[in-house]
């Protein structure tokens, strides 16, 4: 059995939507909101989703349908996992955090996993459960 599962970040993307309509109006410029969208679309394909696969291996976790930004991390690497909240002040997006690194598209769930290397890598998630369940049905321990 293999888990898969891509959270969508909506609310950051209609953020960005919101913010570049706001900055365009206090500019009052037409030019700089079609620069603001173009960028807030580029973001949103970078990193408006994030998708997590777990396989027999290896847990794989991606950015965006481009699929550019991407990280596969070894079964045999992580000691063990669990599920995390994380402060608002850790952002979303690719983070490095006190201990590891953070990737997040939305929300404040995550699961992190202890590396051998005394790492840690937290995956945000909207169902952290579901995720620790993939994990300790490879022998992952809580």
């Not at 293999?2 to 365009?24: D, E, P, R, S």
């Not at 030019?31 to 997590?52: K, R």
């Not at 051998?116 to 995720?131: M, S, V, Y």
Request: include cysteine.
């Amino acid at each position: 059995m293999h888990y898969k599962h891509t959270q969508f970040g909506y609310w950051m993307a209609g953020a960005m939507v919101g913010l570049a309509a706001i900055i365009a109006s206090r500019m009052q410029s037409l030019a700089i909101f079609g620069v603001m969208c173009l960028v807030t679309t580029l973001a949103s394909a970078l990193f408006g989703t994030l998708t997590v696969l777990v396989d027999e291996t290896s847990v794989h976790v991606r950015f965006g349908p481009v699929s550019l930004l991407r990280e596969r991390i070894a079964m045999a690497d992580v000691t063990h996992a669990r599920a995390v909240r994380n402060s608002p002040v850790n952002g979303w997006g690719m983070r490095y955090i006190r201990h590891g690194r953070l990737w997040n598209v939305w929300g404040l769930d995550a699961v992190e996993l202890q590396l051998k290397n005394g790492t840690r890598f937290r995956i945000g998630t909207d169902e952290p459960q579901a995720l620790l369940q993939a994990l300790r049905a490879r022998g992952i321990s809580a």
